[in-house]
């Protein structure tokens, strides 16, 4: 069995809903028992060794408002949108005036999250469905509040782009949003974008794109959710990264997923980009329980065992360590595409609450 390094590093988390949670009910400041439905709250968190998560703004177009918190009634419901945006993005500032997490808005941010010098856990602040941005006007609005990484759509879509569940390109109004995006340097994840949206995000901007949370489409049953071979090539030809989700029915069909399984969907992916261009994106506890994740993975102190899993299928002779699957690739990518690195907008359009 060929060994990676030994060390137990710490984590960087590309995918976690935290304020969705928070703002729908759960306490995440609170510790959770190991017979919980759930897992994920900042305390456990750190017993993993996250030191910097990818803190999504997930709002639920066609959910009722009155029921979901994050919910809003359509793309053309630009209020209601907002607002659900808004009070995540506040809830993330309220975490960060009580000491629990660090908003990380520049590579110096990073470097202290990083480096574990206070018990804060680092947040780079990742848009999933853009509805919330009421036009291509306020990128730079929420780029000033720590925004950095944004996905277009989520599977409903959004009045910029189709959605893995929902046909349909980049629109009019979202390539203006792409222009948007890229004079703030602002980071693309295309995790729940339809092909086509895809295909048109490549055509459209030259920067860096990674895949926040997706697994491979061969391994599974058809949906535009995973990515084809020739998608994780492409995100590969951007300079970008793949992030593994944790959620079972992402992994294996019908029946519960396994590390096994894990570890599969991570060595497929890694052929075809590298094992430099792998790592997590949980999207743990992501609006689904404990009994959706594999069997061996079921709290972030448990992210340990893809390490294990990595050693015993032969990562390394990919190329491929622990530090760089747990933390080192996706930091790498974060350097060099630049969305850490102070840029701003030429635009100074203000939002309105």
Not at 118 to 133: Q, T
Request: a negative charge.
């Amino acid at each position: 069995m060929t060994q990676c390094d030994n060390s137990d590093p710490f984590w960087v988390d590309a995918h976690l809903d935290l304020a969705y949670l928070a703002v729908n009910g759960r306490d995440l400041r609170e510790a959770v028992s190991d017979d919980s439905p759930h897992a994920l709250t900042l305390p456990a968190l750190r017993e993993g060794g996250v030191r910097v998560a990818f803190g999504t703004i997930f709002t639920e177009l066609g959910a009722d408002p009155a029921k979901e918190k994050a919910g809003y009634r359509d793309s053309d419901d630009l209020t209601g949108a907002h607002r659900a945006g808004v009070a995540q993005l506040e809830w993330y500032e309220e975490m960060e005036r009580c000491g629990e997490v660090k908003i990380i808005r520049s590579e110096r941010d990073l470097d202290s999250s990083l480096r574990g010098e206070d018990a804060r856990i680092g947040i780079i602040l990742l848009m999933e469905c853009a509805d919330p941005i009421r036009s291509p006007d306020e990128v730079a609005w929420w780029h000033a509040r720590g925004l950095r990484v944004v996905g277009m759509s989520w599977g409903h879509g959004s009045r910029y782009a189709g959605g893995n569940a929902r046909a349909g390109g980049i629109t009019p109004l979202g390539r203006r949003f792409v222009e948007a995006l890229d004079a703030c340097g602002i980071l693309h994840d295309a995790s729940h974008l339809s092909r086509a949206a895809f295909d048109d995000l490549l055509t459209l901007t030259p920067r860096t794109i990674i895949a926040s949370h997706s697994n491979a489409q061969a391994l599974l049953q058809p949906s535009e959710r995973h990515l084809t071979d020739a998608q994780i090539t492409a995100i590969r030809d951007r300079a970008g990264w793949i992030g593994l989700n944790l959620y079972g029915k992402f992994l294996a069909h019908d029946r519960r997923a396994t590390l096994a399984d894990c570890i599969h969907h991570t060595l497929h992916v890694a052929r075809l980009v590298g094992a430099d261009r792998v790592g997590l994106g949980s999207d743990l506890d992501g609006g689904f329980s404990r009994a959706d994740l594999p069997r061996e993975i079921q709290a972030p102190r448990d992210y340990r065992q893809l390490l294990a899993g990595l050693d015993a299928a032969g990562f390394a002779r990919l190329g491929g360590t622990h530090q760089g699957f747990a933390h080192g690739n996706i930091v790498r990518v974060l350097r060099e595409c630049g969305c850490l690195s102070g840029q701003r907008a030429q635009s100074t359009s203000v939002c309105a609450s």
